[in-house]
Every structure is written in C-alpha cells, then in structure tokens.
C-alpha cells in the first residue's frame, strides 16, 4: 500500500506564496510521474501541474510563471511553489503520484486547502 500525504496549505494574501510538499510512503518500487491538482468549490478538479521522474515539467497555462513543480526523488516528495497567488485560486490541492511500471497504479493524497484571501 502506498499513502500520500499533502501539507503547506492555509490562509494567504493575495499576491502571496505558499509552498506545498506531497510525500509519498510505503510499497514504492519506483515512482514515475507525479502532479497537482486543485478543486475549486463548485469546480471540477483541474490539473496544475505534473513533473516525470527524469524532471521535465508541465503547467497548467493560469499558472506558468508564477507556479513551479520540484521533486526529490530521494525522499519521494514533489513540491508547488506558488507565487503571486490570486483569490481565484483558493481551492483544494491535491497530490497524485504514478507507482510501478506494468502495471502501473496512481494514488492521490486527501488534499490541502489553500485559501487566498486579504
């Protein structure tokens, strides 16, 4: 079994930042992709963004250059580095990570509320 945890979310400023940290845990033999999510009260989650295991990134348009994805692989974490934050984005994220290789199984985390608000 494998847990996913989230944390760094809570209450900022517009024009503020926040960094969240999503660690995953137990029978990992290899992890492969890893992203963000966020729901929005009444929304559909959406993906922000995503980073392979070799590092290359993607965003989702509303976030690029302001949002950055890290991971380390070492202690199986990925990181969002949110800056400029608007009131628009205050939402749920959420962590999914990609176990395995065939077959390949996905767990999410139970999310970490960010709210963006003066």
């Known amino acids: 079994q494998v847990q996913v945890v989230e944390s760094g979310g809570g209450l900022v400023q517009p024009g503020g930042s926040l960094r969240l940290s999503c660690a995953a845990s137990g029978s990992i033999s290899r992890i492969n992709d890893m992203y963000w999510y966020r729901q929005a009260p009444g929304k559909q989650r959406e993906l922000v963004a995503g980073?392979?295991?070799?590092?290359?990134?993607n965003y989702a348009d509303s976030v690029k250059g302001r949002f950055t994805i890290s991971r380390d692989n070492a202690k199986n974490t990925v990181y969002l580095q949110m800056n400029s934050l608007k009131p628009e984005e205050t939402a749920v994220y959420y962590c999914k990570v990609i176990v395995g290789t065939s077959p390949q199984y996905q767990y999410w985390g139970q999310g970490t509320q960010v709210t963006v608000s003066s």
């Open positions: 980073i392979t295991s070799g590092g290359t990134t």
